[in-house]
């Protein structure tokens, strides 16, 4: 656990690679699209997942809060944006997630994950069907690393393109969807996890985005795919509107805890299965009947009989964060670790995601975490902590 | 009253034997929404540069030290029903202990404004 820094300490630290273990240290710390943008947006930098990103522009708290109640801008850029082609790539991709991704209708997404060969998560990713082929969006992080692996393991005819001159900007919250349809007409259509193609610009030169309705708020929203060229004007344009303001990685990672969402290399990692990290809806249905992937054996058996540890929310009581790397207790007996915790804006209090032992982690079990020696009651609760609002077909909302 | 700074970004208003310590604007700006506040106890003994209140912002735990040894008068107590005074009024309402000292010499190490505003300004 991360013990605390001096003020100074804290201030200089410019990088939160501390939150990136999984990945070797970068040589350069490269540049995105937006950087001068994100500058002159007043944001403050630092460093992640091997790029300069903005963490901040006026606030953490006040960014939160804005993308619940109107629309937030977050430029993704950082993560990988891949385009797996060829005959039978749905198939080949099977071997290493638990999806049902050959049944993925075009224009239609599904969260998964990347499997070692011991049915260990190596990453979270969204998979689209497209006209091509796949398109895959991966973490940032370990973009490099899922490329050599699926390289390695998808068959030679399979080839695998990283789209490296697109950006991709994420629109989220209430108003998104109002913003959003004026910068490009036609959006609305579109219900959660479906995609598509639109036209953006003038009408003698229009450029094709890719945009899906999707994110990682808990809101309701739409990721752009933008050649990297054209980002900064659709940028402008998007935040011209009077519901949107740019938001950094800080209120990116509040949104997403209280939305539930893990945080890869955080509430993820290799050591667990999906079925562990609370995401068995990730492994379907007919994969379950099937098997035959990556750890098939290791995670129909937890399905079956239930995981020996697993990620839960926990709401902690008082006002001291429970930060990431705190254990957890009941009685003398260390049963969790906290993988993600937090002050949470729209809840108003402290919450926190781990790893609780079997017959501690069942929803209302008390239990205790340990800070800076002291010991937090805190308390496994349901997810997410603030209810999704995503535009679902058939909805009536 | 004269008030002192050190490379920590604590700020320290001496006045006669005690002291009032807190952290500077500039610390509160860089950390940004200040969450919670750990103060340290009455009576408690603090050693130069040892650990004497923690600050929270909604992404970090810093740790903030005494930026002179002495025994803690009183913790400011505010701050546990409102962190937030950190950030509006961090070198006024939002202090975080007073102090006495133990050795007043401990004092000559420290900056004065115009020494600290230099330091921020090349940070």
Known sequence: MRQPASVAATLERTDMSEEDEFELEPIEILELPLDAWHREKGARIVEFAGYHMPIQYEGIMAEHIWTRENAGLFDVSHMGQLMLTGDGAAEALEAMVPGDISALKEGKMRYSLLLDEDGGVLDDMMITAVPMGLYVVVNGAVKWDDMGYLREHLPDEITINHMDDRALLALQGPKAVDALKRVVPGVDALYFMEAGSFFWGPKTDPEPLWISRSGYTGEDGFEISVPAAHAKALADQICAQPEVKPIGLGARDSLRLEAGLPLYGHDMNPEFDPVEASAAFAVSKRRRAEGGFFGSDRILNALANGPARKLVGLSVEGKLPVREGAPVFAGDTQVGVITSGGFAPSVGAPIAMGYIDAGHNAIGSTLEAEVRGKRVSVTVSSLPFVPHHYHRKGAHT | ?123
Do not use: C
């Not at chain 2, 929270?56 to 008068?73: C, H, L, N």
């Not at chain 2, 202990?97 to 010499?105: A, E, G, Q, V, W």
């Open chain 2, 1 to 123: 009253m004269t008030r002192y700074f050190t490379e920590d970004h604590e700020w320290i208003e001496v006045d006669g034997a005690s002291a009032t310590v807190g952290i500077t604007d500039y610390a509160q700006s860089q950390l940004g929404d200040i969450v919670f506040a750990e103060v340290p106890a009455t009576d408690a003994t603090l050693k130069k540069g040892g650990d004497a209140a923690v600050v929270e912002s909604v992404k970090a735990a810093s740790d903030v030290y005494a930026p002179v040894s002495g025994t803690v008068i009183e913790g400011n107590d505010a701050l546990e029903g409102d962190p937030s005074l950190v950030n509006s009024d961090p070198e006024g309402e939002g202090w975080f202990f007073k102090i006495t000292l133990s050795d007043t010499s401990e004092l000559d190490s420290l900056m004065d404004a115009a020494a600290y505003k230099a330091f921020v300004d090349g940070l």
